[in-house]
T-cell receptor
């Protein structure tokens, strides 16, 4: 079946450095790739997405890259801040728009 | 701003009981979902509901059933809960983006 693999289960970076989280997907028909952030004790909050008609999208400190050939996409958080600490989930759409999620990456920002 | 409302926030119950969780969305979206998030934070889709069409994930046990009165509501009923049902149940709605409610944490003792 369709899968989304999130490669880093945990990631620790120093405040101010960049963090990169990588995901791969299996469904060649996938065309929509959102990212969600989940802070401790809270629900998932949409942060950024990318569609298959582009290979790069930026929103302030967040950059998403998409490599359709490799079926890989990544989230780059630049100039990290303590409030970036959370679990980040990547996702890809399949079968009429439903989302399948990666396993989550726990990002810790160290002072 | 919250647009997907779930109740209750928490629920503790005994094995074998029946529970029901509510979800309401105010975004006017046609599609709603229930996801289960386990203790390892893994997210699994359980149901999707669009224009009165229900799509069930084939791995969902039959004791789970969604209930919808209109496109703004999609409730989740669990008949005879089991210990492995302990999890956070997340309701979501989809326009271009998917928006999640705050979740209902179920603990089965």
């Amino acid at each position: 079946g369709e899968k989304v693999e999130q490669h880093e289960s945990t990631l620790s970076v120093r405040e101010g450095d960049s963090a990169v989280i990588n995901c791969t997907y299996t469904d060649t028909a996938s065309s929509y790739f959102p990212w969600y952030k989940q802070e401790a004790g809270k629900s998932l909050h949409f942060v950024i997405d990318i569609r298959s008609n582009v290979d790069r999208k930026q929103s302030q400190r967040l950059i998403v890259l998409l490599d359709k050939k490799a079926k890989r996409f990544s989230l780059h958080i630049t100039a990290t801040q303590p409030e970036d600490s959370a679990i980040y989930f990547c996702a890809a759409n399949y079968n009429q728009g439903k989302l399948i999620f990666g396993q989550g990456t726990k990002l810790s920002i160290k002072p | 701003e919250t647009a997907v409302f779930q109740t209750p926030n928490y629920h503790v119950t005994q094995v074998g009981n029946e529970v029901s969780f509510n979800c309401k969305q105010t975004l006017g979206h046609d599609t709603m979902y229930w996801y289960k998030q386990d203790s390892k934070k893994l997210l699994k889709i359980m149901f999707s509901y669009n224009n009165k069409q229900l799509i069930v994930n084939e791995t969902v046990p039959r004791r789970f059933s969604p209930q919808s009165s209109d496109k703004a509501h999609l409730n989740l009923r669990i008949k005879s809960v089991e210990p492995e049902d302990s999890a956070v149940y997340l309701c979501a709605t989809q326009g271009p983006e998917v928006f999640f409610g705050k979740g209902t944490r179920l603990t089965v003792v």
